[in-house]
């Protein structure tokens, strides 16, 4: 038996453990916040904190704009509001790249896991 049918076997072996696996798949709660049980979970608590006064700032710059009287503060304000939408934006894409890692992080540790079980029964 070659290695590619033996590690085909074992993937149908294991089709039990892996249907129970995906129907434990969690949901976005659950995912995130998955961030905040790592080591970086301080830092996230950092960003989540950063991107609520964000939003307080962008709403204030965006009522500033609008009830400003003069186009240099319209622009003021504008370039306020836009400089406030980007470095929300690009916490929360940090915080969802964070979320992102942990869950392939998890599916590596499950890979590493079924490739050990598989050489340890072809020895």
Known sequence: MNLDNRIKN???????????????????????????????????????????VLTVVLIWCG?????????????????????TVNAQGMLKLWSWMEMNRNSVMREIKRLEIAVGKLHTGNS
């Open 10 to 52: 074992e993937l149908e072996s294991d089709a039990a453990e892996i249907d129970k696996a995906m129907a434990e798949k969690e949901g976005l709660i659950q995912f995130a916040a998955s961030p905040f049980k790592g080591g970086l979970r301080h830092w996230m608590v950092v960003a989540y904190v950063a991107i609520a």
């Open 63 to 83: 009522y500033r704009f609008f009830m400003a009287e003069s186009v240099d503060q319209r622009v003021f304000w504008g370039v306020w509001f836009v400089m």
